[in-house]
């Protein structure tokens, strides 16, 4: 693509709460850009961007769907590249990973609900990857919607700098279309055309003064962006133009200063064709962001950089792995700089290989249509790949470069699987394997204590799903064993000890001689160990130092209470001494596991089990139930707020071991009235008690075996 043709170009999400609109409004979008020729909706299953089998029998999204469409704005043809992400808590590797890649997004907000919990931590995840977004209220025509309240919260919850650029006409069964603050117009939809065909017209008589009010508080938060602006607007507000106060808008959403807010009913297919064109007028082209920086993987302490243009030198990141039955293993990317050209060779820096990409697609949902290439500030698939795993760089082997990777949150809980016919058991494997690749929060492990496969993901409905597919694609049933919570271990003291591991066994033999500090990490040490080495005058010559550390990162996957693994550790190599004949590195290695054994055992060590982040939405009546059902789970009631329609909302933090079948046991207390919506929030010490009962469990379970 030329490079003029780049600052037409849009790379968006859609994220939210889950039940927002996320999935309708990308319908609306693909439909009005005339991609498709029918709404599908989530509610029949027939939704475009929904294609799993999974996703339209539940309604829900999984997994995130790209497709590309076009829009004209201002006699300009913009080409959206859109990804519409999940809203389930389950599932927020997807959001996470989208977000890495995109420059934009949508944040969807219900008009009911407002900010919910699972619309902050989209927030912060667009916060981490400096993704600057416009705000949707979406659902205007359902009981209880109320704009002005979404815009409160998004500033006072979310720390944000909203700026409504729009305002509703009507509310509820009312809502009839919107005000364009910008150029004071009233925007009207007629149903019979399903929203395709709207009008502009006057502002109500009504809503005259308001629209003038609210006119004159965005031009008042503008003023803050731009000394020009500022000026015109003391001296005389009427004198601005259309085009100026676009120009801010844009100005300070791609500097993440303002979020501009618009509004509209996704369903009732009002206010979609003004949300494409705020995206196409302030949300950042590839040419916005005008360099990627990464660093040299021959030498990380330099750092490199490609401009968004097809001459630079190939670099590009995978961000997401899929399966299909058709074209095989789909690997998802976005090209920062140069171009990737079907057949050709790329560099993959993590492995140090060179791999061939056969073809390439520009992908609409599930189906793929094949390109030649795609260039720079551009999303698309390919196949051919060997040996290439979510967040790994592509670039040119002549020009090596590594990207920034993903973060992703550790699986917080497990179920053991076995197949059903012992003919299943190669097949078993092989689909968790692709399932594990596919998805970076969802592991596979054999318990080295039990033999058992255990798989762990990010909660109920995601294992629920994993194990659906395995029936489905590969045609394994499985027989699952009672969920079980991921717990961690730690040590609560520091201890200091002196371990020597000597074997003699004729000829060359074993030696190793270590004092060590082990104890727990200090505080802001996130994960991991930290090592410290302390050793002075060559006492442990430097060549065994990274052995003794690996020692202790290998012996961490096993806690010395029930085998879980170890989360944080500070270890510091206080001195000393070695063998000039018997001493090599993996006797360190081994010397270094035994001391993290005999330490951990001295040191206090302590389970810590996951907690939940849970927000109850209950009628007032059953409030006192709902309350008393969270102590009994060991639950801390943190709050309780009131919602807009007359609810209570109720929020705690609560084990997620006592949290199983928790949806079924609350329908029961609240006669089905109640929802709730659980994320993960922190580790945290377990008492002796239920500590000595997880224990015995897991020994218990060893020798069942």
């Not at 076009?70 to 992400?85: A, E, H, R, V």
């Not at 910008?182 to 929203?195: F, P, T, V």
């Not at 080295?448 to 798989?455: D, K, L, M, R, Y």
């Amino acid at each position: 693509m030329a490079k003029k043709d780049l600052q037409y170009t849009r790379n968006i999400g859609i994220m939210a709460h889950i039940d927002a609109g996320k999935t309708t409004t990308s319908e609306r979008i693909l439909f009005y850009t005339g991609l498709t020729h029918k709404i599908g909706e989530t509610h029949d299953g027939t939704a475009t961007m929904d294609w799993m089998a999974q996703e339209q029998e539940r309604g829900i999204t999984i997994t995130s769907a790209a497709t590309t469409t076009f829009w004209k704005y201002l006699n300009n043809q913009y080409k959206i590249n859109l990804i519409d992400t999940p809203g389930h808590v389950d599932f927020t590797v997807e959001v996470e990973r989208s977000l890495r890649i995109l420059d934009g997004a949508v944040a969807t907000f219900c008009a009911v609900g407002g900010v919910e919990p699972q619309s902050e931590t989209v927030w912060r995840q667009a916060d981490k990857y400096n993704v600057p977004r416009i705000g949707y209220v979406n659902k205007m025509d359902r009981s209880g919607a109320n704009f002005y309240d979404v815009l409160t919260q998004i500033k006072e919850v979310l720390g944000a700098n909203p700026c409504a650029i729009q305002l509703p006409i009507g509310a509820e069964e009312n809502f009839k279309g919107v005000i364009d603050l910008i150029r004071m117009k009233a925007i009207l939809w007629h149903d019979e055309s399903m929203g395709a065909d709207y009008s502009l017209e006057e502002i109500p008589a009504d809503m005259k003064d308001e629209a003038e009010e609210w006119r004159d508080k965005m031009l008042e938060n503008l003023a803050n962006f731009d000394d020009a602006f500022m000026e015109k607007y003391f001296e005389d507000p009427a004198s601005i133009t259309e085009e100026e106060i676009h120009a801010v808008v844009r100005k300070a959403t791609v500097a993440m200063q303002i979020n501009p807010i618009i509004c509209g009913s996704s369903f009732k297919n009002k206010g979609v064709q003004p949300l494409l064109d705020a995206v196409c007028a302030y949300l950042p082209s590839p040419l916005d962001t005008p360099v990627t920086e990464g660093t040299d993987p021959n030498d990380p302490e330099k750092t490199l950089s490609r401009k968004p243009d097809e001459s630079e030198p190939l670099c590009a990141l995978a961000f997401k792995i899929a399966t299909d039955p058709y074209v095989g293993r789909l690997c998802f990317f976005r090209v920062y700089s140069g171009r990737l050209d079907a057949g050709s060779y790329v560099y993959n820096p993590r492995s140090g290989k060179k791999e061939r990409i056969s073809r390439i697609f520009q992908m609409h949902s599930n189906k793929q249509n094949p390109v030649d290439f795609i260039g720079a500030g551009d999303i698309g698939a390919g196949v051919g790949f060997k040996d290439i795993r979510t967040g790994d760089t592509l670039c040119a082997e002549n020009a090596p470069i590594v990207l920034e990777s993903m973060d992703f949150p550790d699986p917080v809980i497990g179920i053991a699987v076995e197949p059903k016919s012992q003919a299943d058991v190669d097949k078993l494997g092989i689909g968790l394997a692709k399932l594990a690749e596919e998805d970076p929060t969802f592991t596979v492990r054999t318990d080295e204590q039990t033999g058992q496969t255990v798989i762990s993901g990010m909660g109920e409905l995601h294992l629920e799903i994993i194990i659906d597919r395995l029936k489905r694609e590969f045609k394994v049933e499985c027989n699952q064993g009672r969920p079980q919570v991921s717990y961690k271990e730690t040590i609560t003291q520091t201890v200091e000890l002196r371990e020597v591991y000597k074997k003699q066994s004729g000829g060359r033999g074993k030696f190793a001689d270590i004092i060590v500090k082990v104890g727990p990490a200090d505080e802001g040490w996130e994960a991991g160990l930290q090592f410290v080495d302390e050793v002075k005058g060559g006492n442990v010559p430097k060549e065994f130092i990274p052995s003794v550390q690996k020692g202790f990162q290998m012996a961490m996957k096993n806690g010395v209470l029930a085998g879980y693994p170890v989360d944080t550790l500070k270890v510091t190599l206080v001195d000393g001494s070695y063998h000039p004949v018997d001493s090599d590195q993996l006797s360190y290695e081994i010397c270094a596991q035994i001391a993290f054994k005999n330490a951990c055992a001295k040191a206090r060590p302590a389970l810590l089990e996951p907690i939940m982040k849970l927000e109850v939405v209950t009628p007032e009546e059953s409030m006192g139930d709902v309350i008393g059902d969270l102590n009994k789970r060991r639950g801390q009631v943190e709050g309780m707020e009131s919602s807009r329609t007359g609810a209570r909302i109720v929020k705690a933090k609560v084990p997620l071991a006592e949290m199983f079948g928790y949806v079924t046991a609350l329908r029961t207390i609240t006669s089905g009235r109640a929802t709730s919506s659980m994320e993960f929030s922190h580790y945290a010490e377990v008492s002796t008690a239920i500590a000595k009962a997880v224990v015995e469990e897991a020994k218990g379970r060893v020798e069942l075996l």
